[in-house]
């Protein structure tokens, strides 16, 4: 038996592309995120109650991770890379079925024109997301107190020395009217170690987008440098 269901909306955020989005939500705070609802549902009485809640469950498609083959095991990188776990033990996009599930904080709910938005932080997920579901997050049942996580039990290492050229600062501060969180979103991202654990060349030049900038850094040894925020 099959199942068919449409998204009920899409989500914008500050990741065009995978590399650098993190790896769970809410290790990265500054990446905000905006749900816009399909035709039917974006009306106010499916949003009534929902602005008591401080967190929300999304459930949405990993669309970008649609394989007609998956695989029963895969590498999760938190593993190294190199062990293989059952694809039911891991939060891999790549499943029999490519759903996942992100719990985000709630900021707020406004309507923009004839739109209701609502504006979500802390989120993991690919500009443009398709959303299945929305669910409050209901603490009395979903914290666990003595859970235990595996080989996830504790939230990734990361790297805290961050540093920017006066090239980038000043790119920073020319767009700072527009976005003011821009460096905080830089430095919370870069810190979770985007690049690859065994690549250590000082000379390399790693790039990712965000937020329509194109962000250049390199790193040498535990210290980041931003080389360039460029407008794309
Ligand atoms: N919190 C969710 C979960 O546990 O189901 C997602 C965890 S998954 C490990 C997070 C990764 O999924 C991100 O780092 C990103 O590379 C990838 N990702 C996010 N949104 C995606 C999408 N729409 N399609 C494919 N991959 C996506």
Redo the contacts with the bound molecule.
Sequence with gaps: MSYQFDPIGTIATPYPE?FA?????GLVTAARGVISLRADCNREEILRGLDGFSHLWLV??????MREQWKPTVRPPRLGGNQRIGVFAS???FRPNPI???VVELESIEKKGSRWQIHVKGV???DQ?PILDIKPYIPYADAIQDASGDYADESPATLNQISFSEAALAQLHQQAGRYPQLKELIEQVLSQQPQPAYHRDPERIYGMQLMGFNIRWRRTGDMLSVIEVERL
Excluded: C, M, N, Y
């Design positions: 995978k989005i993190p790896r769970q939500p949405f498609v990993f669309h970008e991770a939060r891999s996009p996942g599930l992100s993991d997920l690919l997301t």
